[in-house]
């Protein structure tokens, strides 16, 4: 079963930027749809970005469209969250999670369609 790591999170201050990885450890070729969730304390879990492995099509969540790119590096087989203008609201334990489905389903925000998640990397920042 692939096992998903992330890294990458940290302190940083309100405006300042973060770039989280998400890595695979067993190669797979197969195209998926890789997600970015994150849940601060009390919180529910909240949709962040996806992004289909086939063609790069990407999808955001409203509160991080224009600060958040999702980008892949295949030959890695690594998923990356780039994370600029960030603010404290952005505060929360961040998980990377793989659905593989055909492509990111319609509801892929919800999170039901993933089947294995990371054990997430924690972003704090201060304002």
């Known amino acids: 079963q692939v096992q998903l790591v992330e890294s990458g999170g940290g302190p940083v201050q309100a405006g300042g930027s973060l770039r989280l990885s998400c890595a695979a450890s067993?190669?797979?070729?197969?195209?998926?749809?890789m997600g970015w969730f994150r849940q601060a304390p009390g919180k529910k879990r909240e949709a962040v970005a996806a992004?289909?492995?086939?063609?790069?099509?990407?999808y955001y969540a409203d509160s991080v469209k224009g600060r958040f790119t999702v980008s892949q590096d295949n030959t890695k087989n690594t998923v990356y969250l780039q994370m600029n203008s960030l603010k404290s609201e952005d505060t929360a334990m961040y998980y990377c999670?793989?659905?593989?489905?055909?492509?990111?389903?319609?509801?892929?925000?919800?999170?039901?369609?993933?089947?294995?998640w990371g054990q997430g990397t924690q972003v704090t920042v201060s304002s």
């Open positions: 999670a793989v659905d593989f489905g055909y492509r990111c389903s319609s509801s892929w925000y919800g999170g039901a369609d993933f089947e294995v």
């Open positions: 067993k190669y797979s070729n197969r195209r998926k749809c």
């Open positions: 992004i289909y492995t086939g063609d790069s099509t990407a």
